[in-house]
C-alpha cells in the first residue's frame, strides 16, 4: 500500500517539476512558431530525463547516500566543485526566473507591480522552505500543479489533428515563422528546459529524506516513467495549445502571457485564470524544488548535515544556503527589474551548455557495485546514458552560439 | 639540400627505424603490451576525429545559423513586431466580447507595449540598404503608433466598447508593417 502511494505521489512530483517557466516559455514558443515540428525535441528530453531519474532513483534507493554524495566520494572534492559551480549558477537563474513568472501571474491577473509580487513571492517561497516538511513541500506544489492539465484539455477542445502531431514527431519538419537558427535554438532550450540538473538532485535527495529502500526500485522505475511521461503530456499539451490556436493567427510566444492566450480560446474568460493558476504554482513549485535541490548539493557535496524535516536550528547551513538565494534572487528581479522571460532563455540556454558536467559522471556512477550492489546498470541503461552524454556534448557546442544568433 | 646533409638525414632514418624495430621487438614480446600499444594509437586517432567532428559541428552550426543579413534580420524583426501587434489584437477582441477583465487587459498590453519598444530599437539599429530605407522608414512608423495605443492602454485601461475599434486600427498599422 505504501508502495501505491509512492508511485501517485512520485507521478503527481514528476507532473509539478516538469512544468515550469522554462518549460511554458519554450513549449509555447515552438507550437506558435513552428507547429508540430519541435515535438521530437520534447519526446527526446522526456525519454532522457526518464532514463536519468530513473537512474538517480534506484541510486538512492539501493544506497544510504544521494547523487552529489556520491560525486565527491567518488571523484574527489575538487571534482564535484565543478558541477557544483555550474549548478550554482544554473539553479540560481531557474530559481530567479521561476519567482519571476509567478509574479508575473499575479501581476497579469491583479495590474499590481510586479516587483510588489516578486518579494510577496520570494517571502512565501522561503517560509514555504523554513517551516514547511518535505512532504508538504513535494505533495502540495505537486497536486496544485495538476492544474497544468488543462492544456491537455484545451487540446482536445480545440480540435488538434492527433494525426498530424503524432506524424511529426517522427517526421518533423522545419517549416515556420523562424529560419533553422532559431528552429534548432529552441530545442536546444527544450532540451535545457526539460533535462533540469536540479531535477536529479532533488528526487535523489527526496528518496534519502523519504528512507527508499531496495523494496522502491521497481516502483521507482513506475514513478520515472509514468511521472515524467505525464509531466510531458502537460508540456507537450502547451505545443499542441499553442500551434492550433496562436500560429494560424500569426501570434508568437515572445511574451509570457502568450502562452494563456491559447486557453483563451479555449475555455474564454476561464483561460486567463487557469493560466495564471499554472504559471504561478508549476513556478513556485519549480521554485521551490530548484533551490531545495541546489541546498542539498551544496551540502552533500561538503559534507555538511542536510534534512528539510529538522528544525532550521539543527541543519543551518542548509537553511542559510536557501535563504540567501532567495534574498538574492529577489534582489535581481525586483529590484534590478530583470525579466524573467530573459532569465529563462538565459537559464535553458546555460543548462543545456553545462550538462555533460552533470550526467557524464553517470557512466561511472551508475556501474559502480560499491553502490549499487546487483542493481548496476544494464546495457540498455549503459547504451542510453552514452546517448545522452553524446547529446549533452552536441547541445553544450552548439547552444552558446544558437542562442547568440537565434535570439539575434 | 647537399650531398653531406642528405646522407646524415639517411643514417638518422636508418638509426630511427632501427630503434623503431627494437621497441616494436620489444612491445612484440608480450601480446598485452603489443594489444594495449594499438589501443593506444586507436585511442588517440579516435579523440582526434572525434575533436575534428566537434570542430566542424561548431563551424557548421556558426555557418549555418549565419550572422545574418540586413533582409533576413529585418525580416526576423519585422515578423516579431507583426506577430506582438496580432496579440495586442487578439486581447483587445477579447475585452471587447467580455472574456478579459480590465487588470488582464492593461498588464499584457503594457507588456506588449515594452516588447514592441524592444523590436523597434533592434530595427533601428540594423544599416539597411539604400533601396529598403524607406520601407524600414514607414514600418518603424507604424512600430511605434501601434506601440503608443498600446501603451495608452495599457496606463488607462479601455472600455469593453472602445477595444474593437482600437483592434480594427491595429490591424491596419500591422498591415502597413507588411506592405513592401
Known sequence: MKNYLSIALGILTAIGGYVDVGAIATAGEAGSKFGFGLLWAMVLGTICIIFLIEMVGRLSAMGDKAYADILREKFGFKFALLPLSADAIATFLIMAANIGGASFALYLITGISFQIWTVAVGFALWLLLWRGSFSLIETGTSLLGLVALCFLVAAFVLGTPWNKAATEIVLPSIVGRGGPAEYFNIAAGIFGAVISPYLLYFYSSGGQEEGWTRSMVRTNRVIAIVGMGFGAVAAISIVLVCAVALQPLGIQVDQLQTAGLGLVAAFGIWGVYLFAATLFVCCFGAAAESVLGFSFEVTQIMGWKYNVNKKPRDSAIFNLIFSLYIIVGILLVALAGIDPLELTIFATGFTAFMLPVVVGPFLAVMNDPMYLKDQTNGWVSNIAVLLIIMLAFILSITSIPLMIVGEG | ?180
Open chain 2, 1 to 180: 639540400m647537399n650531398r653531406r646533409s642528405a646522407e646524415t638525414l639517411g643514417i638518422k632514418d636508418k638509426l630511427w627505424s632501427a630503434r623503431a624495430r627494437q621497441t616494436w621487438h620489444m612491445l612484440s614480446s608480450s601480446r598485452t603490451v603489443r594489444l594495449r600499444y594499438i589501443h593506444n594509437i586507436e585511442m588517440a586517432s579516435r579523440r582526434r576525429s572525434v575533436s575534428k567532428f566537434l570542430f566542424l559541428l561548431l563551424v557548421t552550426s556558426l555557418t549555418t545559423s549565419g550572422c545574418g543579413s540586413y533582409q533576413s534580420q529585418a525580416e526576423k524583426y519585422l515578423t516579431e513586431a507583426s506577430a506582438q501587434i496580432a496579440a495586442v489584437v487578439y486581447v483587445l477582441e477579447r475585452r471587447w466580447s467580455g472574456a478579459f477583465t480590465d487588470p488582464f487587459t492593461r498588464s499584457s498590453l503594457w507588456e506588449y507595449a515594452t516588447a514592441m519598444q524592444t523590436t523597434g530599437e533592434s530595427l533601428r539599429s540594423l544599416n539597411p540598404p539604400f533601396s529598403t530605407i524607406k520601407r524600414r522608414a514607414s514600418a518603424l512608423k507604424a512600430l511605434s503608433q501601434a506601440q503608443s495605443l498600446a501603451q495608452a492602454v495599457g496606463r488607462k485601461g479601455i472600455e469593453p466598447n472602445k477595444a474593437r475599434k482600437l483592434a480594427r486600427r491595429l490591424r491596419g498599422l500591422q498591415k502597413e508593417l507588411k506592405t513592401p
